[in-house]
């Protein structure tokens, strides 16, 4: 079991993590806008362009997953369900939890 302690670490953790993710995803955003389609480039950088655009959209997908992981954590932290393996049902390892908040697996089961 977590301690009270832990849980109030684990929850602080998990806040500024949500908040760095989301600061993020907005200035990749600005990023994005910053690029004009309007703009006359070569074939070459345009695909390069295009390329570097996609490697954008992954990096922006991964960062919503990160999003919606850390919002369901902090949901669980709430219903006092957190820090559980939902295969196994065991207790997650707080040094595991510390280094991955959103983790919904125990390092057995991962
Ligand atoms: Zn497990």
Redesign the pocket.
């Known amino acids: 079991m977590l301690t009270a302690d832990q849980l109030i670490d684990l929850e602080e953790l998990i806040v500024a993590e949500l908040e760095r993710v989301r600061s993020e995803s907005d200035s990749s955003e600005k990023e994005r806008e910053a690029i004009s389609p309007d703009v006359s480039i070569g074939r070459l950088s345009r695909l390069d362009s295009m390329q570097m655009q996609e490697v954008a959209k992954e990096a922006n997908r991964r960062r919503e997953e990160r999003v919606v992981r850390l919002e369901v954590a902090l949901d669980q932290l709430d219903e006092g369900i957190y820090g559980r ?1 939902e ?2 049902g ?1 207790d997650i390892d707080f040094e595991r939890l510390r280094i991955t908040p959103e983790a919904s ?2 390092s ?2 991962a």
């Open positions: 393996c295969i196994c065991k697996r125990c057995q089961c």
